[in-house]
């Protein structure tokens, strides 16, 4: 999922650079039409014709190779903790407030989530959006935490949105078990 979210971002972004780009070389004439260049270099045409041409017709951006650096891994971009699904593991991101980082459950983690549930309501203050969260998650980690092998589950990390924001789509109240302050876990919980 983060991976084609960051090859569509690329895939947009260079799309949009190649349709705003415009030839430096060449000067508006007063109408505020192209001048006409004299360069032997194929230019597209300014009115549209029906012939087609032996030329390709429009330049797609090729994909960089993936990078074996694990610092430009789109795994290692932050991302909003409201798009974790039950069953991922993360790492809290040190970077933005409420921010994760995606990792596989088989390699060292912060986190696994095991509850995602949909925030409805109106709450006055972010208080009252942590009690109603909190309520949310209690029972769930409790059990969960439970099956979990001795010496596994050390705390729990529970995320929901401030006051403002409660409600609206994005709305999501995630609950994770984690390893405690300063732990990790290594594997997926059972």
Do not use: W
Not at 22 to 40: F, K, L, Q, R, V
Not at 154 to 177: D, E, F, H, M, Q
């Amino acid at each position: 999922m983060v991976a084609a979210a960051v090859v569509a971002l690329a895939l947009i972004t260079a799309s949009v650079v190649y349709l705003t780009r415009g030839d430096s070389g060449s000067e508006d004439s007063a109408g505020g039409a192209a001048a006409p260049s004299s360069s032997s270099s194929p230019e597209p045409s300014p009115t549209p014709t029906d012939e087609p041409s032996d030329e390709e017709a429009t330049d797609y951006p090729t994909p960089d190779a993936p990078s074996e650096d694990p610092d430009e891994s789109p795994s290692d971009v932050p991302l909003p903790s409201f798009l974790l699904r039950v069953g991922d593991c993360f790492d809290q991101s040190d970077e933005s407030e409420g921010a994760i980082i995606d990792r596989e459950c088989d390699e060292s983690h912060d986190a696994e989530v095991v509850s995602r549930k949909k925030l409805t309501g109106d709450y006055s203050t972010n208080d009252a959006v942590r009690s109603k969260a909190d309520s949310m998650c209690r029972t769930l980690l409790r059990n969960k935490a439970a099956k979990q092998p001795r010496g596994t589950v050390g705390g729990t990390l529970i995320t929901y949105p401030k006051a403002k924001n409660a409600g609206t789509a994005l709305s999501y109240v995630t609950c994770s078990l984690t390893a405690g302050k300063g732990k990790q876990l290594s594997k997926p919980l059972v």
